[in-house]
């Protein structure tokens, strides 16, 4: 066809219809299929995993985890952001070391620990970290089962027992647990627990000894599933197993056995940017008798610490859950003070140690200097860390004596909490959990713990690609190169521009107090009102009949007189030993 004489209209008008006739012959034709490549590969089926056809056992972990992305470590439904259980759960589920009861086939990742024997050490809140963290949990073993075989007799097919099962029939000796008579491997107990029929153990016990493996047919450290390893390469980076104990006490609770939690809360000295002495004014600090704006003093918080010390009612230095009826909020101390984390030191901004920025007559090392809070106790109430640590930073800036501790500890003169703030969550760690005998003053951790790369041929799983170390190295290098870009803009912004002491305040500023809380900038509250001097709380009586009264009950004896502990047993048990930094 001649499309010569044909308009530019036209033209268009003739390729739509073409399009259109050839998009019609399309839909109406089948295109051939590609020949199939054929795959020597056999097809992938998931095996149904039986229980049955495994031993279990119960161990103890020991892990670390970066808290600051987490909702905390116990898991919640419903929470914005992922929990160190909910992790722990996925990834014990995954490795197929744990056989849950009870699981909602609608919600086959909801964590459910019934059946596991599961115990967890501490609690903590919302941003808060661990080092040291425990738990207790009953997963698979590598120990083979009784075999069947036939009777050289009688033909037929049996039962071969082993280690002391006693003859039950076939459904009860391969059950994952030990039978009545079965052996499992256990420490002696911590507390005065008897030992229950199916341990093995000896006094002391020598989880290394080659009898125990003789009298098991199996090493149950050498042939056993890697724990560790398979858990570490299942887990995100900041959550890391660190150990496990093959032979946990007859006793033990990770929760219940615990006797010492010792927590670090760390700070910088200075806690935020000082001024140059030029530019302060009044309420900043110079010629106040406080100390300079932006610097703690050490000794101060040194004083106040160590009133912490010894056995005293922490009721002004917690929060109060009326649903727990808490009526006894004496804790023991053991160890209080402030320490310097000198191989810590953050060397990058220089102009910190500046004459114009550091205090008068300052001989200390150079700033910013990295302090640790360390506190040791048997247990802890809901955010009592948090807010010892804000009454230290108040001691800290001046604006609080170091007495202010023994006005708060002293229930007859304080007995409702003043409204104070307490200190930010990200700077606290868990650092160690300690597992010491009842009967042991010295307070040394008994469990057996065996870390990562202990054991030969284990190296690789500390060292090697992917290892233990490899993986967090990549997690600090990606902060500390954050730091230093950080700290390197910081020391340029300040060279930039005039001499510092040409520098002038176009009028005196009208400026709040900056107080410090543990989070990366101070707050602004206008003039300072000192702890005494604030809105104070109801007392804990008052609160606990409160909410009784809301319930139906006279007051909190009434309610609890009235099947309180029946009823809510387990609520009840929580309350009376609590001890979790940021329980909710």
Known sequence: MDYTAWSHDSLVERVAQLETELKSKNRGSTPTPAPRKKSWKKPRHDRAFDPAKYHTRLIALKLAYLGKNYNGFEHHIDTPLSTIEEELWKALNRARLIFPKDTDPLNPGEVNWDGLEYSKCGRTDKGVSAFGQVIGIRVRSNRPLAQKKKSEASGQEGIELVEGQREQGHADAFKAYPGENGVEIRAPPLGRSPRGPHVLDSEPLNIHDPALAEALNFDHIADEIPYCYLLNRLLPPDIRILAWCPAPPTDFSARFSCRERRYKYFFTNPAFPPIPHNLEFANSGKGSG???????????????????EGTHDFRNFCKVDASKQIS??????????????????????????????????????????????????SAFLWHQVRHIVAILFLVGQGLEPPSIVSELLDIAKTPGRPTYE?????????????????????????????????GVGNAEAKYAAMGLVDVLWEVWREKKID????????????????????????????????????????????????????HFMESVDFINDRYAMRKGFENAEDLKRQGYRTRNKAAVEEAENEFVEGVE
């Not at 406080?290 to 912490?308: C, P, S, T, V, Y």
């Not at 009842?438 to 057996?448: E, F, I, K, S």
């Not at 521009?497 to 305040?505: A, H, K, P, Q, V």
């Open 290 to 308: 406080k100390i300079k704006d932006g610097w703690l003093d050490i000794g101060a918080m040194q004083e106040a610490a160590k009133l912490f």
């Open 328 to 377: 006894n909020f004496e804790r023991m101390i053991y160890h209080a003070d402030i320490s310097s984390e000198s191989a810590a030191s953050n060397k990058t901004l220089g102009f910190l140690n500046d004459k114009n920025f550091i205090p008068e007559g300052f001989d200390g090392e150079a700033a910013p200097q990295i302090y640790t809070f360390n506190l040791h106790g």
């Open 422 to 454: 307490m200190a930010t969550d990200t700077p606290l760690v868990l650092w160690d959990c300690i597992f010491p005998r009842q009967d042991d003053p010295t307070r040394q951790d008994a469990l057996q713990w065996i870390y990562v790369g202990d």
């Open 483 to 534: 730091e230093v870009l950080a700290g390197s803009l910081l020391d340029i912004v300040q060279r930039q521009g005039g001499e510092i002491t040409d520098l002038t305040l176009s009028k005196k500023p009208n400026r709040s107090q900056k107080v410090f809380h543990g989070a990366d900038r101070p707050r602004l509250q206008g003039t300072y009102q000192p702890v005494m001097k604030k």
